[in-house]
DNA sequence: TATGAATGAGGATTCATTCAT
DNA sequence: TATGAATGAATCCTCATTCAT
């Protein structure tokens, strides 16, 4: 992108594409497209346009409908793992504290975020996609749940926690905001206009740690 | 098929009249044909097949794709209905035995029935079929929602719970639930050979009564 | 049709259908559907209804809906025809009186009545149904034509007509009649409130007249 | 197709792009198909091959079936309407002359080209598409009409004919023209060897003239 | 004879994909 | 690289026709 505009009577595209953003672009485009009509529903055309492209450019980048499909689901999810993990890491103080912590963070990170589309997506398409929910279930599913399941076998541990089978403790830590994740977008239009999300994840946290608690 | 032709001379009738029984045999079939693979995703021939029939017989039924679609929802869930809160009248005992067995009850009869179906469906095509959805959110989600909430007010009036959100406690005893009903297809090949149902249910309800409990 | 109901509990069929009236009344109401929407764009199951039976009794009365559509035609006109003919043997008077005459009875026989369909349905079709348009040019347009030629021809020779090619001048004489007979139909809805025919017939006459006329 | 290959390398374009001229071929070709088997009879892959197309490039450029229906009647007859009046304007002479140029041009114009297809089409189609058979009625019947009315009125003004109804007569001036536009493709194959149509023009110019003369 | 459920071929329409420009 | 005209396979839907009742 000149800094200068060299070619002045060229009077046309104002803002120059830089190359490189065009995939990432389309991608997001058809984030949205699929989230919103499923893969068999969705349609090339409307991608290229809310990507601000023509069909034939998607065929530049990615080779089918399906590889499209592919790469939104692990392009969009990929990025959030790292940084869900890099936040694990991170992560110190009691695990009470850490649970809720993750609780918080998956929310404001995935449940507000574009990112939230891509559960429902698998959700539906799972039984087209076997190799990419297997890719997901494995990177996402399973990581997340470790993730959890670590917190809580330290606060079994250290004694905050009373024994439980730390597996499915985490994923029943992680369901109720799962289950929001997917199931907000579906009744947006339907729900009560104020749909208290932070009570919600209040109350969660609230029943479960009093749930989990040694005492 | 019998292995032995008894009636060689009778020429095998094309097709039987069976007017009372196919619509019922086309929305069952349905139901499996548009839960593994969506709305736009499945082929009518494929539905008609399943059912025995032609193409041309779905159509002597239900108008086009979208009515067969929307009389799949509606016929399967509506009975459900009624069962689910027939249910609920007989209940007696503590609120916590009431929500445990409505938990239970839940699971056996859509968890693991062709009903579990359905949440999933909505959640993929809730985009495209608005009426269906609120529909479905008023009739089912909403219903079930309050159900539960009933059993956890009485709680909370009783002694037996502590001072919650009921709507949102409601919602957070069903989550785990509905989410495990709608992942368990999705996941079902990923899955670990023998994902514990039965103990999931029984840590969430154990989890849950501990959370909610006054003391 | 009996005029004593000898079955008095039977109570339903208050009048018995005779028959034989079957078939007429399949073929009145396929002019009726075949007249208003072409061959190609005429359901069976309109006809059906509008005879007030099932789609299966009309093939017990006609193999085809092209054997329907040619039953039509031929039925209908043939009646036509003869009636014509009758009419044309009883003409006694002058050529002009004859003129006239065929003119108004023509109208009142075709214009008006349902037979006014048949022109259009020919015009329509013919190309798809090439024995039945030339079924109708021999049996109804050569006939009509020669019927009027020769009162023309008659004209002529007794010194009432001028000398004019008369198998041209029956056409000229008979084309506003044909013509006003398809298209009053076609534009029904789009003609002035009231377009008054009479006066067209009456018109016409005159202008024939005096033009053919020796002096 | 050269009977030698000349660039044996060059591997004959699958197809061109003549986006400018596509719409017209196709609406061409469609007139062709639709005057030969009317509207519901007409198959759009007849349509397409005979435009050197495919089925779906005629979706490139009409919404639907019906709506190249609705192209091929008003774009062929549009174009029409104008010559046809801009004639008119030019007119000098006697009104008789002028009726009688009139009548040629008529046939000259629409009578021998493609465009008599149009009025077989909408007499045949009048029924299923009633506003563009309204269109077409005011557009070109009444218009045509009018243009001769003008004529006739001034020829009964300055003394050349007598008096009568003018839109009647006007109507009766052109119903032998319209009718053999009509009827003529009805029965081509049916009429003998050469009928004559000049002769069928001159015998109704001259009948018609000399019924409406003053003298 | 009459019914109408069932069939299945046929045609309209859509849209992922290709390719000349 | 980008375009978008053109393709053609896939799929919904209709309806003439058949046939068990």
Tied chains: 1, 2, 3, 4.
């Excluded at 009509?37 to 601000?52: I, Q, Y």
């Excluded at 694990?88 to 990112?115: H, I, K, P």
């Excluded at 029943?172 to 932070?198: I, K, N, Q, Y």
Aim: aromatic residues 8%; proline residues 5%.
């Amino acid at each position: 992108m000149p800094v200068v505009a060299r070619h002045p009577r060229k009077p046309k595209p104002r803002w120059q594409r830089r190359k490189d953003a065009r995939p990432e672009e389309i991608v997001a485009a058809a984030l949205d497209v699929f989230v919103e009509h499923g893969f068999a529903g969705a349609r090339l055309e409307d991608v290229a346009r809310r990507a601000g492209v023509t069909k034939g450019t998607v065929y530049l980048y990615f080779k089918s409908k399906e590889a499209l499909f592919k790469a939104v689901v692990r392009q969009t999810i990929v990025p959030a793992i790292a940084q869900g993990e890099a936040l694990a890491q991170a992560f110190t103080g009691s695990a009470r504290e850490l649970l809720e912590r993750l609780v918080r963070e998956y929310w404001r990170l995935v449940g507000e975020t574009a990112l939230a589309g891509i559960p429902k997506l698998i959700i539906a398409e799972a039984a087209n996609f076997p190799a990419l929910t297997r890719f997901y279930y494995e990177e996402v599913v399973t990581r997340g749940h470790r993730l959890m399941a670590g917190v809580i076998e330290r606060g079994i541990k250290n004694g905050e926690f009373r024994k439980v089978d730390v597996m499915i403790a985490a994923k029943l830590a992680m369901s109720p905001l799962m289950h929001a994740t997917v199931v907000r977008r579906a009744f947006a239009s339907c729900m009560p206009e104020g749909f208290d999300v932070g009570k919600y994840l209040d109350t969660h946290i609230d029943l479960y740690l009093h749930g989990i608690a040694k005492h």
